[in-house]
């Protein structure tokens, strides 16, 4: 069973800045594409950003200039790192891993951005 394990949504004020973790298997890990979706109410599920290689990130056009994303493979850990936080951020945040082509998807972590 595949398990990605999300952590560090918070409640923050608008201009603010938050990490978000996300951790697997080094099997899954080491083979994923990995990435970040999003999903407001009432809204579809998008694509935040994803991790292909050092060399090819990609990123919606909301949050370019905004977010990062980064592997950590000793420690199995994708982080999406979010600054100048705006309300329309507001979201459930889910990890993704692209692996042996199917999808995985995280239980999802909550980021409020408060006006």
């Known amino acids: 069973q595949v398990q990605l394990v999300e952590s560090g949504g918070a409640l923050v004020q608008a201009g603010g800045s938050l990490r978000l973790s996300c951790t697997t298997s080094r099997i899954i890990f080491s083979g994923s594409v990995m990435g970040w979706y999003r999903q407001a109410p009432g809204r579809e599920r998008e694509l935040v950003a994803s991790?292909?290689?050092?060399?090819?990130?990609n990123y919606a056009d909301s949050v370019k200039g905004r977010a990062t994303i980064s592997r950590d493979n000793a420690k199995n850990t994708v982080y999406l790192e979010m600054h100048s936080l705006k309300p329309e951020d507001t979201a459930v945040y889910y990890c993704?891993?692209?692996?042996?082509?199917?999808?995985?998807w995280g239980q999802g972590t909550q980021v409020t951005v408060s006006s």
């Open positions: 991790f292909v290689n050092s060399m090819n990130t």
């Open positions: 993704n891993a692209w692996y042996n082509r199917l999808n995985y």
